[in-house]
């Protein structure tokens, strides 16, 4: 099982004490402004066993994210995968969530990157995408700092009910070949 460790992160296998810092911060408005609804307890438990199964299961999860300082639980930042439910699947998706006294420190970023070089230096993926509705420019902006490339055209999301001001949505991609071409290289250790 792959666990990953950056400058300041590590990003691991979900632990039970990890479930009440998860449930907070998926009860807090401000983390969840850009998805339809902030957790009940009983969804964020659901969450956490579901990640927890998949990488059990060597399948692609985000991982729970703990300061390396600290070694405080501040969220997921990983890979998913998508069989299905998406116009452009079958697909892996790089995504983040921390909570909120985490932000603008870098850490999405820094775990991004991390979780990017593990998609295609380890599993060895073709194409890694990444997707936010249009009113969530932080989520964006860490999608264009880890040198994703915005695709043409937004998409409906189709979990996402007609006309919900969260059903519009950005899609960015990186390929195998432009991770391989450098043309985006940071070095996530240093
Ligand atoms: C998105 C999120 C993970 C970013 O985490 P983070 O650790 O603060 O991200 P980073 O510090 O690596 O980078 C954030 C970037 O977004 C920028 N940013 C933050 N808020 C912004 C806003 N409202 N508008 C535009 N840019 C914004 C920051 O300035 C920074 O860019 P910079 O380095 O060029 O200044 C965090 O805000 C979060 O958890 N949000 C709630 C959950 C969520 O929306 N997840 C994504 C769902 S798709």
Known sequence: MAELVTRRLRLRQWRDQDAEPFAKMNADPRVMVHYPNPYLRTESD????RFRAAINANSCAPWAVERLDTETFIGYIGLSYFADGLPFAPCVEVGWRLAAQHWGQGFATEGAIASLAHGFDELGLDEIVS???????ASERVMQKIGLVKKEGNFMHPRVADGHRLQEHVLYSMTRDQWLAGLFKIDHKS
């Open 46 to 49: 659901a969450l956490m066993m």
């Open 131 to 137: 997707m936010t509705a249009t009113t969530n420019a």
